[in-house]
């Protein structure tokens, strides 16, 4: 479903990766491991359509998935780093927001995440961890086949992450994929590993 | 795209310093014309389409180097441009919002700042009309300076620097449709030019705001 071909990414003048060659197929789930530094967050935002391959190519299906970027964008969630809450406003209203682009239900999805009855705090009030949270809520909104996430975990408590494991189990059971960036041990089963840095 | 005007507009509501710190600003700079060049009414009239335009334009170009900054802080930029919208349409989006929130409650304060400076009355509807569009071109012009500038270092001193000469025409036919409705001679013509302008820069700027989101 997806095939990554001999993806190459470059930032300055330094050559992140190169040769990168992968595919996943629905439910699979694809673990990138690596320094830091090694590319990895390099390769989910190239995985998103963020910052065009300096090489290679990204196929869908089989066809050119770049090629339109909106449609690209429309079959996946990508969560960064940053938790993109906007701290003036409430954690139901930030995800409101969401829903109303993407569809979902936002009650349901904060529910998801064990953030039932905070809807009403403004994002501000919240600890890192629950922002953490709030910002997973987002994918629990509407099915989507890809999730591209960027050291999901980091933040999360036990219990967060045993929620975390189900939402990630419940959207593989469904047909979808994961791409996922981390140093840590993630809930997923059976997935497989992507070691970046070593061809250097 | 209504969904992100929506949100544009609560989180205007949620932080109303930004909107009511244009309108002040606005209204200081005007008032310190008849401290400079003294209260004389003359003087202050022949001022006044001039020094009214002048500071509505940069009363509107104070929020502007937040207006993609803060999104890309917190992580939001990225999310919006995989939101399913296009580039093009989140720049025209946010252009419009910063208009509602700045340039339209500049539109509230002009009759004061108009009577600061001595306009005749007859020339107020006028100066509301020029306002609204010229801040509505400025609004339009420094979403794409915005785009271009963000991540720049220094971006909020480069910003004004790209948009301010761009937006030189509308100050001339600005001043002209004011100071024609002053003067009792038909203003029509320069407000057709201006609303031209920014009839140009209404799909112009939010294309150049869009491509230059991309490549950040």
């Known amino acids: 479903m997806l095939d990554a071909i001999d993806l190459a990414a470059i930032r300055g003048e330094r050559v992140v990766f190169a040769g990168l060659s992968f595919s996943l197929t629905a439910g699979e789930a694809l673990l990138l491991t690596g320094a830091n530094g090694a590319g990895k967050s390099t390769l989910l935002r190239l995985l998103a359509g963020l910052v065009p391959p300096a090489e290679g190519s990204l196929l869908w299906h089989g066809s050119d998935a770049l090629a339109d970027g909106p449609a690209h964008a429309a079959r996946l969630r990508y969560l960064a780093h940053a938790d993109a809450l906007k701290p003036g406003l409430t954690l139901e209203e930030n995800l409101t927001f969401w829903a109303r682009l993407w569809g979902g239900d936002t009650e349901s999805a904060l529910e998801a995440v064990g953030l039932q009855g905070l809807g009403h705090l403004p994002a501000r009030m919240l600890s890192a961890g629950q922002k953490r949270r709030a910002a997973l809520a987002r994918l629990a909104l509407a099915p989507v086949p890809l999730w591209l996430l960027d050291e999901p975990s980091v933040g999360l408590d036990a219990a967060s992450i045993s929620l975390f494991g189900r939402l990630l189990a419940a959207h593989r059971a469904a047909g979808g994929m994961v791409v996922a960036a981390t140093h840590v041990e993630l809930p997923l089963a059976d997935a497989a590993t992507l070691r970046l840095g070593d061809m250097a | ?216």
């Open chain 2, 1 to 216: 795209m209504i969904a992100l005007l929506r949100r544009e507009w609560l989180l205007a509501a949620r932080h109303p310093g930004d909107t009511l710190a244009a309108m002040l600003f606005f209204l200081l700079v005007t008032a310190l014309f008849p401290f400079g060049v003294g209260p004389a009414p003359e003087t202050l009239a022949r001022l006044a389409p001039g020094a009214l335009l002048a500071s509505a334009l940069l009363a509107a170009l104070l929020p502007l180097d937040r207006l993609f900054a803060a999104e890309a802080e917190d992580g939001s930029l990225d999310q919006l441009l995989l939101s399913g919208l296009a580039p093009m349409q989140l720049a025209l989006v946010k252009a419009l919002a910063h208009w509602l929130t700045t340039g339209a409650p500049l539109l509230l304060a002009s009759p004061v700042a108009a009577a600061m400076l001595n306009l005749p009355v007859e020339a107020w509807g006028v100066t509301v009309l020029v306002l609204a569009l010229a801040t509505l071109f400025l609004s339009l012009l420094g979403t794409a300076g915005a785009a271009l500038t963000l991540g720049a270092r220094r971006g909020g001193v480069l910003l004004p620097l790209l948009v301010l000469p761009l937006a030189i025409p509308a100050m001339i036919f600005g001043a002209a449709a004011i100071e024609a409705a002053a003067s009792g001679v038909s203003w029509r013509p320069f407000v057709l030019l201006l609303g031209a302008l920014t009839a140009a820069a209404l799909p112009l700027a939010p294309l150049a705001a869009g491509a230059a989101l991309r490549i950040d």
